[in-house]
């Protein structure tokens, strides 16, 4: 897909879920490069440029984008001809591709033996690397149940559901004010993560916070499963993370409510780390206070603009 659809299909949620919008954009980047040519390296360095802005600014929130974006282009700037430069994005575009997919498969081996035998799980939105633990913890032979929430507005629970139903496992669909009910049936609880802060707070979609609550209320574990490069640079620096807001035509129809009522529609919302019990990462299991070591292991001499 080129780049203005991928922008286009991030915006109208066509493309859902942190990792498959890094992938995206990435991929976006080494097929504009492949399809056009240019006269010189300004020019392509323009265009480029501009592009990276496009696709950055199509999901504000989700640092796996700017991240995918940041590596696809790594050495861009030093590049002397349209060929190299050219060849050094497809090239990068590749790596991460391949290690973005290779980082929720060791995720979800982790994160599998998380999982009790008969366990009962609850997980939120449609996170890839949550949802591969659950699968994993089913293929080595696990018996268990899920509890997915609808995670309205877009209902990608519905995703999720159908997704493990697929596979064989026992899940059911909960509207997304069920959770404090039926946390006292549950053992653990699995979320993805769209950004996590250099203090280990975790930025996910709307009610993830909620989720929480209601688990450290009930003594339950509340597990987030997340690729390293969902890890924000920029919060480190005082940046904090934009979250974003949608149209209110998603969650209410035109003429439905009176003129004066105001809508919020925020996307996610922030879990602060002392209601976080693990992250799971590609690298092992770390804790909301690890993440300022991982940080600087993965981005301590990368300058982010």
Known sequence: ??????????????????????????????????????????????????????????RPTAVSLLNAVQYTMKGFDASVNVKDAANLIIKNSAEFVSASDEAVSKIGVIGSRRIKDNATVMTHCNSSAALECIKEAHRNGKKIKVYATESRPWRQGILTVNELAKEGIDVTLIVDSAVR???????????????????????????????????????????????????SPQTLFGDTVTIEERDINEIVRKGEVHESVKVFNPVFDSTPPGYIDAIVTELGI?????????MMRQFGDVTFS
């Open 286 to 294: 770390i804790s909301p206070g690890s993440v300022y070591e991982i």
């Open 181 to 231: 009910s039926v946390m006292r049936k549950v053992d653990i609880v699995l979320v993805g993560a769209d950004t996590i802060t250099s203090n280990g707070s975790v930025i996910n979609k709307i009610g993830t916070s909620q989720l929480a609550l209601a688990a450290n209320e009930s003594n339950v574990p509340f597990v987030v499963c997340s690729e390293t490069y969902k890890i």
């Open 1 to 58: 897909m080129n780049v203005d659809g991928t922008v286009k299909a991030i915006k109208e949620m066509e493309i859902r879920g942190a990792g498959r919008i890094a992938r995206a954009a990435s991929a976006a980047l080494s097929e504009f490069v492949s399809s056009k040519e240019w006269k010189n390296i300004d020019e392509m360095r323009k265009d480029v440029l501009k592009a990276k802005d496009k696709l950055i600014s199509s």
